[in-house]
Nanobody, 119 residues
């Protein structure tokens, strides 16, 4: 079992920056990929960014391209999401995600951290 702990959320003004971090512990089998999802009130959860664990290739939601940067530290089993030029529409609960395979049982989630961007 993989346990994920997030940190770094908070309140920021539009145009500001935040960095989210996520640390994995427990039975940390190397994942295939990791990433960040978010869920705003009344909306479905959406994937914001992901990174292939071994190769480092990154993928982003169109609306965050050029503003968010995902990274991972293989030695420390951690991941981060640097968020710049934040907009009110980025307000959501952000969840880190750790995937060791294709099955639902192989998906692990953090507890979520609130990001609020004021206009």
């Amino acid at each position: 079992q993989v346990h994920l702990v997030e940190s770094g959320g908070g309140l920021v003004q539009a145009g500001g920056s935040l960095t989210l971090s996520c640390a994995a512990s427990g039975r940390t089998v190397s994942p295939r990929e990791v990433g960040w999802y978010r869920q705003a009130p009344g909306k479905e959860r959406e994937r914001v960014a992901r990174i292939i664990w071994s190769g480092g290739t990154t993928y982003y939601l169109d609306s965050v391209k050029g503003r968010f940067t995902i990274s991972r530290d293989i030695a420390k089993n951690t991941m981060s999401l640097q968020m710049n030029s934040l907009k009110p529409e980025d307000t959501a609960i952000y969840y880190c995600w750790w995937s060791t395979g294709l099955f639902k049982s192989q998906q692990y989630w953090g507890q979520g951290t609130q990001v609020t961007v004021s206009s």
